[in-house]
T-cell receptor
Framework: DAKTTQPPSMDCAEGRAANLPCNHS???????VYWYRQIHSQGPQYIIH???NNETNEMASLIITEDRKSSTLILPHATLRDTAVYYC??????????????FGKGTKLSVIP | ETGVTQSPTHLIKTRGQQVTLRCSSQ?????VSWYQQALGQGPQFIFQ???????GRGNFPPRFSGLQFPNYSSELNVNALELDDSALYLC??????????????FGPGTRLLVL
């Protein structure tokens, strides 16, 4: 799986959009970009994933550049409950269920009142 | 729809003991993956079970072993506990289908402290 690079920390004002960048310059054509977040001492929570196209769900939007070398997770209206560590993961599916998530250090997002 | 559950939530053991952690997968899911998360680090993949067989393993010694049952629930067993085994143990379930991506959903974790 491709290595991902994220800033160690970011701040965002409550109510504003939080834009979390991720660099994955060595990603292959078959690798998906996944985002999870982890609120203190809880299990990671799935947010969104995509392959080539931009994606949106009830939690967030995922913008993937045309060359797929980077992506941005957007939380449109950040709240204090969005304070968490956000992980960007490149994932290649090698067969029936044979895959693992490789977590880096992630980005610690602090939403400030 | 029931999410992933894990038991116990917290556990204290002493060095050299053995421990068993349990995970119930989300309804409709047939694959279970286990991760270890040391304090201040991201989760690290231990192994994955699919159709009751180990289907991929990370860089963990053989004293870490597991089982998956016909109902897709799973156990993680750790023998000869060491102090460095103190961590949050996470279980994730997914519904594997050949050639198609499937999202892993995590449980709340079991916090293990080895003294």
């Amino acid at each position: 799986d491709a290595k991902t690079t994220q800033p160690p920390s970011m701040d965002c004002a409550e109510g504003r959009a939080a834009n979390l960048p991720c660099n994955h310059s060595t990603i292959s054509g078959n690798e998906y970009v996944y985002w999870y977040r982890q609120i203190h001492s809880q299990g990671p929570q799935y947010i969104i994933h995509g392959l080539k196209n931009n994606e949106t769900n009830e939690m967030a939007s995922l913008i993937i550049t045309e060359d797929r070398k980077s992506s941005t997770l957007i939380l449109p209206h950040a709240t204090l409950r969005d304070t968490a560590v956000y992980y960007c993961i490149a994932l290649f599916y090698s067969g029936a269920g044979s895959y693992q998530l490789t977590f880096g250090k992630g980005t610690k997002l602090s939403v400030i009142p | 729809e029931t999410g992933v559950t894990q038991s116990p939530t917290h556990l204290i053991k002493t060095r050299g003991q053995q421990v068993t952690l349990r995970c119930s997968s989300q309804s409709g899911h047939n694959t279970v993956s286990w991760y270890q998360q040391a304090l201040g680090q991201g989760p690290q993949f231990i192994f994955q079970y699919y159709r009751e067989e180990e289907n991929g393993r990370g860089n963990f010694p053989p004293r870490f072993s597991g089982l998956q049952f016909p109902n897709y629930s799973s156990e993680l067993n750790v023998n000869a506990l060491e102090l460095d085994d103190s961590a949050l143990y996470l279980c994730a379930s997914s519904s594997a289908a050949s050639g198609r991506e499937e999202t892993q959903y995590f449980g709340p974790g079991t916090r293990l402290l080895v003294l």
